[in-house]
């Protein structure tokens, strides 16, 4: 019997792709919005496709605050584009 593959919607486009195709962004419960690399963090989380256009779209029409059941700041809006950026440079997300 095949392994049961985990589907997950990206909170920008609405596209459903498996758990390894998207990034996982988590608000933990000391409430730190993060990009969980592992996928493990404890937590609330949502998924974005590896694109910018998608954590745009996220961060711009609300989906992402409201997904995470958080208010975004902008200090926390920046700090997730920068922890977003270092993916981007490690060459794992694309420039979309």
Request: charged share 35%; proline share 2%; net charge positive.
């Amino acid at each position: 019997m095949p392994k049961k593959i985990s589907l997950r919607t990206c909170v920008g486009c609405k596209a459903v792709k498996s758990k390894k195709e998207l990034l996982r962004v988590v608000r933990t419960p000391s409430d730190e919005i993060k990009v969980d690399t592992t996928g493990k963090l404890n937590g609330r989380g949502v998924y974005i496709c590896y694109n910018k256009e998608c954590l745009a779209k996220a961060i711009k029409e609300g989906r992402l605050g409201y997904s995470l059941k958080s208010k975004l700041t902008l200090e926390k809006i920046k700090e997730l584009e920068l922890e977003a950026v270092k993916i981007l440079s490690s060459g794992k997300m694309e420039n979309g």
